[in-house]
């Protein structure tokens, strides 16, 4: 029964025997190998390698949802209701089983959210295990949510001997509760906790620490390195209580635990006969020591992500902040002035008869991507691109990842006419395709406005950030009329889409900095 | 059903689970077997041949002699495609009769190759020029499943596309990618060297990013014919696996 846990991905490293491959002896067989012809294990691959054991062995998980092609996949048009099916050409992988792996990767927050029974928690559990802890403290140390739970049940207990002679608070000494320093923290339905619990738990994600009694205590692991995984079995807005906004922010990655598959009822039957569960199983050379994980963070924020790949994020970011109606000052015409202000921003996008909705992609959501979520998104795309072996981050893997980790951020605009007829209707309950699909659209209009060959806005940010030692009075006024006739060309445009409103600030802040530097040196002379 | 790389020598060959054997005093079996796992060998069937080899050494008039040779030629027979060489010399010696009482018997040679003693002539005769010489016969021309993906245990996480064999027998070059190209390997291809004979092979990532149009970089072998490579490999657009089939 072993051997059916035990089975693993051979990388190929591991592969490719020392020396060359025909002047092996009998002598050889029996000498001391020389370990310094094989070398350490590569992180990447023992990721890969953990991810197909958990597909393959551990978790019962024929989805492949995060799809990889090059060229075109085949697909099948099923059903009369627009159902496609694609296959994809190039390796493709399960959502709800690689994003908890590049959580523990990248040292992130992952939520877990569908219904009872789906392998939520064992998902977890299994991610705790391959952190290093035994499977017994890992599922020791989960944090069940329910409406009783209290601040002192989840961070521990002052020891009353302490509390009765304590002069002061310092003097108290609190008795943590041991599941704060693990390298992987779960805290299951999430959405039961009592809101002021949820207050003391956002402490602990956000910040790292947790207080009791004037006593402070850091959550961080040995490795420096830790993941939290939730679990919820409603991703919108249901449970006992109300997840607070700041802690459902604070999610990097939202997946759903996918159901289970009726054709592999065989390995359920084998496992409930055999009454095994797979985090006790989890084979030896997967776990990752504390100094891996660290390295492995270290790796993954090393990928590079290359300028092409960058700017289209940027594109995509900008279309979301801009609302035409939102206040009356440029910069303050945006959703967020709208929404702090008590306003609805789906009654202010309504207002904006002026732009094509079916070009504005702003209109489709009722709020904008905070820096959180575009760290998150960055720090996930490169963690795929790690996983998949890539030198530098693709556009492929940020719109792999990009899905997930918004999912719960950039909100619907359910008053928007694609929500509310025809093909597209179904989008409003599907998060993760209306996401995936809002990125295709920007990717398109990125490529049809021809931003990779001719961006003006970024040559004029790029002249600006080569710095201005050297540039006289002349070529600082030349830069300034170019930045004015840029100005000019989208105004003469009409039409004002989020796009623009990113590239006016942007250019007015270039004319600031050009402006100030003429003053200087023209006051310089004087 | 699932196809894993594998050669077809061993198919529906039985491995019992036994002990780890046990070696004159001067040979570590534990150290050996490390070493076979380590070049590629397969760990069960290196202690299943062995164990049925020592079982005819020790019943001969020396039961303590020849473990070393028994042992290397156990470890070729699992699959360590290096020893081919040093394995066939022993091999040569114990049927010639030299090296006097440091010899294996040729019956427990013929049990550490999974042979019978009928064959074991034929066989070496046959691997002094052909390392796919298997007198028992195999049924159709395929020698070995080589490669696979990498989630079912192979190397690799796209299909080989591109094959060419070099001047050694079994001696092959596979470009791997996720797409075909259209004139030759695609720019940025993985090129693997394979190394196989009748027991093993050796796969080695000569580079994970070769140049357009098949070029072989330095290391990486000579071109050579079929006919040379005694081989061919055969690819399927289904499949992550190559298929090494005897040259027509």
């Known amino acids: ?67 990889f092609s090059s060229g075109s996949p085949v697909s099948f048009t099923l059903g009369d209701a627009g159902a496609t099916l694609d296959l994809p050409t190039e390796q493709s992988y399960s959502s709800n089983v690689l994003l908890p792996l590049l959580t523990l990767a990248v040292g992130g927050k992952c939520l877990l959210v569908g219904g009872p029974g789906r392998g939520k928690t064992t998902l977890a559990v299994l991610m705790g295990v391959l952190a290093g802890s035994t499977p017994a403290d890992v599922r020791r140390h989960v944090q069940q949510g329910q409406p009783q739970l209290t601040v002192s049940d989840l961070v521990g207990l002052p020891l009353p001997r302490d509390l009765v002679q304590a002069a002061s608070l310092d003097e108290v000494t609190v008795a943590w509760r041991g599941w704060l320093t693990e390298p992987v923290k779960i805290v299951d339905e ?11 738990l956002l402490t ?15 959550t961080t ?25 700041a802690l459902r922010d604070r999610m990097d990655v939202t997946v759903a635990a996918l159901g289970f598959n009726s054709r592999f009822l065989d390995e359920l039957v084998a496992r409930v006969e055999a009454g095994e569960k797979p985090e006790d199983h989890v084979p030896a050379e997967l776990v990752l020591s504390p100094d891996e994980q660290s390295r492995l963070r270290a790796a993954v924020r090393a990928v590079p992500i290359p300028a092409s790949v960058r700017r289209r994020v940027e594109f995509f970011s900008s279309h979301f902040e801009f609302v035409q109606h ?83 951020k950039l909100l619907p605009n359910p008053q928007h006419p694609r929500f509310d007829e025809g093909a597209d209707r179904e989008l ?81 802040y270039v004319h600031q900095r050009y402006t100030g530097y003429l003053a200087w040196l023209e006051g310089g002379r004087a | ?39 590629g060998g397969d760990a069960a069937r290196w202690r299943h041949v062995l164990t049925a080899a020592l079982v005819v050494q020790r019943a001969s008039a020396r039961p303590e002699q020849g473990h070393r040779d028994l042992s290397a030629l156990a470890a070729w027979r699992s699959g360590v495609v290096g020893l081919r060489a040093d394995a066939l010399a022993r091999l040569d010696r114990v049927l010639a009769g030299e090296g006097g009482d440091e010899r294996p018997s040729p019956e427990a040679a013929a049990a550490a190759l999974g042979l019978d003693p009928a064959h074991l002539d034929a066989f070496a005769d046959g ?79 000569l580079t994970d990013d070769a140049p357009a149009g098949g070029a072989v970089p330095d290391g990486g072998g000579r071109s050579g014919t079929v006919a040379q490579a005694r081989s061919t490999v055969l690819l399927r657009w289904t499949s992550c696996l190559a298929f090494l089939v005897e040259a027509s």
């Open chain 1, 1 to 67: 029964m072993g051997d059916r846990w035990n089975r693993l991905s051979q990388s190929p490293t591991r592969q490719v025997p020392p020396g060359p491959p025909h002047d092996l002896t009998a002598d050889d067989l029996f000498a001391e190998p020389d370990d310094s012809l094989a070398g350490p294990e590569p992180l990447d691959e023992k990721l890969r390698r953990a991810y197909y054991w958990l597909v393959n062995q551990a978790v019962i998980s024929p989805f492949y949802d995060v799809e």
């Open chain 1, 190 to 200: 999430y959405n039961r906790i009592p809101t002021k619990t949820q207050s003391a």
């Open chain 1, 204 to 218: 602990m994600v956000a910040e790292g620490y947790v207080e009791s009694h004037d006593q402070v205590r850091s």
């Open chain 1, 221 to 245: 692991p040995p490795s420096g390195v830790e993941s939290w995984f939730f679990t919820a079995n409603d991703d919108g807005g249901g449970g006992t209580f109300p997840v607070i906004q």
């Open chain 1, 326 to 408: 939102g206040g009356r000052r440029f910069e303050y015409r945006t959703k967020d002035t709208v929404t702090t202000g008590g306003g609805r921003v789906p009654d202010v996008v309504d207002e904006n008869t002026g732009a094509d909705l079916a070009v504005d992609l702003g209109a489709q959501t009722v709020n904008s991507l905070s820096v959180r979520a575009l760290q998150t998104l960055v720090g996930y795309a490169k963690a795929m691109a790690f996983f998949r072996g890539r030198a530098e981050v693709g556009l492929d893997d940020v719109a792999a990842v990009l899905p997930f980790a918004l999912r719960g």
């Open chain 1, 428 to 508: 409003a309950a599907d998060a993760v395709s209306w996401l995936a699909d809002l990125f295709e659209q920007s990717c398109r209009q990125y490529t049809s406005l021809g931003l990779d060959g001719d961006d003006p806005v970024a040559e004029l940010l790029a002249q600006l950030g080569r710095g201005l030692d050297g540039v006289d009075r002349v070529e600082a006024s030349r830069r300034l009329t170019a930045v004015e006739a840029r100005i000019t060309a989208i105004a003469g445009a009409g039409k004002l889409y989020g796009r623009h409103y990113d590239d006016l600030v942007a250019l007015k």
């Open chain 2, 1 to 39: 059903m699932t196809h894993r790389a594998g050669h077809v020598v061993d198919d529906g060959v039985p491995v019992d689970d036994v002990a780890p054997p046990r070696l004159a005093v001067d040979l570590d079996a534990e150290r050996a077997e490390r070493n076979t796992v380590a070049w």
């Open chain 2, 127 to 205: 691997q002094r020029s052909d390392p796919f010489a298997w007198p028992p016969g195999r049924p159709g021309g395929l020698i070995a499943r080589v490669g696979g993906f990498r989630g079912l245990g192979g190397p690799w996480q796209a299909r080989p596309q591109w094959t060419a064999p070099l001047d050694e027998a079994g001696g092959h070059l596979l470009w791997v990618a996720p797409e075909a190209g259209t004139d030759g390997p695609p720019a940025g291809a993985e090129l693997w060297r394979l190394d196989a004979d009748v027991f093993g092979h050796r796969l080695v990532l």
